[in-house]
């Protein structure tokens, strides 16, 4: 039995509320299981100076974790981002760039927030997954004012963990879990069952080839899930 009383395949209560921020193009609460963030989606027109003179734009992404968002309080990130922090931001960044023309947005950056109020496990996967969200919101908001005259999203996209706990296999890990897990992984994949990125980290020890396979099946089927969560909640 998980802590929370969850099937082993099964995903934490997940609600998005969107359009939260009034002031942002594209913007979503994500409450996952008691994990919450907040995600905003926003647009200037210029480009890194790599992209000069390319016809293309751009999207980078830069998370952080509110002070009273863990249970021993986080120090405010004053100018800086923590090494942690660093590596989420470009994990976000990387994953939505995988699914953008960015012909389509030319001298254009996209930046996505996403600012933790509340983490209990799987801050990372939920700021892709409500990060898509408020891309998309975003993107509708181009098309409508005629910014821009196509659609850049090549496909949807979401992000789920894994892991191995107590030698079971399970989707979704909340803190409790990833704690205490032999080994945990990150998937980030599109509606069409592709894989952009896979983090693993064996804490305990290695991981199995088919220990491995069963958490990629267990991630696909909450990645689906999670798509048509997104579906819904747009549709809305």
């Known amino acids: 039995m998980r802590v929370d009383g969850r099937a082993n395949d ?25 994990t919450r963030i907040l995600v905003t989606a926003n647009y200037e027109m210029q480009v890194p100076k790599f992209l000069l003179d390319e016809g293309r734009g751009w999207l980078t992404a830069e998370y952080s974790m509110l002070p009273g968002s863990t249970i021993v309080r986080k120090q405010r990130e004053r100018g800086k981002t923590d090494s ?7 994990l976000i960044g990387r994953s939505l760039r995988s699914i953008v023309d ?7 950056t996209i930046t996505i927030d996403a600012d933790v109020i509340e983490a209990d496990g799987g801050t990372r996967t939920a700021s892709i997954t ?15 004012e005629r910014i821009i005259k196509e659609d850049p999203l090549k496909s949807g996209l979401a992000a789920v963990s894994c892991g191995i706990v107590k030698e ?21 994949g599109n509606e069409k069952g ?14 199995r080839d088919e220990e491995f396979f069963a958490l990629l099946k267990l991630a696909k089927k909450g990645i689906a ?5 997104q579906r819904s909640v747009l549709e809305d």
């Not at 960015?102 to 254009?108: A, C, L, R, T, V």
């Open 194 to 207: 592709e894989i952009a990125e896979i983090q693993i980290s064996g804490e305990k020890r290695t991981v």
């Open 225 to 229: 899930e999670l798509i048509e969560i």
């Open 10 to 34: 099964e995903l934490r209560n997940i609600r998005v509320t969107k359009d939260f921020m009034k002031n942002s193009a594209g913007s979503c609460l994500i409450e996952w299981g008691n």
């Open 130 to 144: 409500g990060g898509y969200i408020a891309l998309k919101l975003l993107v509708r908001k181009l098309l409508k």
């Open 102 to 108: 960015f012909e389509k947005i030319p001298g254009m």
């Open 84 to 90: 942690r922090g660093t590596e989420i931001q470009r």
């Open 168 to 188: 079971e296999a399970l989707l979704d890990l909340c803190y409790r879990e990833d704690s205490n897990a032999i080994a945990d992984m990150n998937f980030v």
